[in-house]
């Protein structure tokens, strides 16, 4: 349960958390939006010092029927805060969220330490290439279709055995093409509804199977808010909440938009099983 990272080993046993920065206009939490240099910078820098392991950096919002957006500017939102914050905060760990190979590409050699796909390789079949090239972790999601056409692919046989059956198979074509470390991410909210969610997350440790570390991302999702019949921005509680029972379940990592919170959730899981 370590990945390296930039020549730096990172142990997953003890359970990480990875901040979300999103460069974007329109991704479904206001407050995680950043797309000025210095609104990035002052939400890296709180992150950081509230104790995040890793920052996430996207330039594509996905939630269902998300816009699309292309491949220039998805780069043009990401190079420049991943060089900004790198530059003002050398030590950070980034991983950046994106699909794209070429994004991939340019943001390694720009100096992200790992690349967080939603899907899988399947939306570019150059994406696992660059990763095994340049040997940094890669993050796996589950995910059917396109942001645009996933909410109505998620009709399965059967929900748990038809996503293990999807890692088990991306892991292989990983495998095969020389990629060391792979962390696993069941893809809360993409191509499910809220009640295969909260199926998925009571049944998550049934992914330990995988042998392989083990992300949710759970934070402030519509599973959360539409449930409770609030909105995103009134759901932390419930996030921190879920988030104890993603590691209850075996996470590894948790992404998050609220690092202190999820810190001290995993702080206090700690405790509870030393």
């Known amino acids: 349960m370590t990945i390296n990272c930039k020549g730096r080993l990172v ?4 359970p990480k958390i990875m901040g979300v920065i999103n460069t974007t206009p329109n991704s479904f939490y206001a407050e995680s939006r950043k797309t000025s240099e210095k609104d990035i910078l002052k939400q890296v820098e709180k992150m950081l010092k509230d104790g ?6 996207g330039g594509y919002s996905t939630p269902p029927g998300a816009p699309k957006v292309e491949e220039t500017e998805e780069l043009n939102r990401v190079l420049p805060a991943l060089e900004n914050i790198l530059k003002h905060f050398p030590e950070t760990l980034i991983s950046v969220d994106t699909f794209r190979a070429n994004v991939a590409r340019q943001s ?4 992200a330490a790992m690349i967080n796909d939603i899907s899988a390789g399947h939306l570019d079949d150059e994406m696992m290439k660059t990763v095994a090239k340049y040997q ?3 993050i796996m999601m589950h995910m059917r279709g396109t942001p645009q056409t996933m909410k109505d692919l998620n009709q399965y046989e059967d929900l748990l055995q038809d996503i293990l059956f999807y890692f088990s198979e991306r892991i292989h074509a990983a495998r095969a093409l020389g ?3 792979l962390i696993i991410d069941p893809g809360f909210g993409f191509a499910k509804d809220i009640g295969q969610n909260f199926k998925l997350l009571s ?3 049934l992914f330990k199977n995988l042998e392989l570390p083990l992300l949710a991302g759970l934070s402030r999702k519509s599973m959360i808010y539409k449930t409770l019949k609030i909105s995103a921005a009134e759901a932390l509680n419930g996030t921190t909440f879920l988030n104890s029972i993603a590691l209850s379940k075996g996470a590894n990592i948790l992404r998050v938009h609220d690092v202190k919170e999820a810190v001290e959730c995993a702080k206090l ?6």
């Open 11 to 14: 142990d997953l046993n003890q």
């Open 52 to 57: 995040a392991n890793f920052i996430d950096v």
């Open 108 to 111: 390694i050699e720009a100096g």
């Open 136 to 138: 940094v972790p890669y």
């Open 179 to 181: 990629i060391n470390d």
């Open 203 to 205: 049944k998550m440790e």
């Open 269 to 274: 899981f700690a405790e509870l099983n030393k």
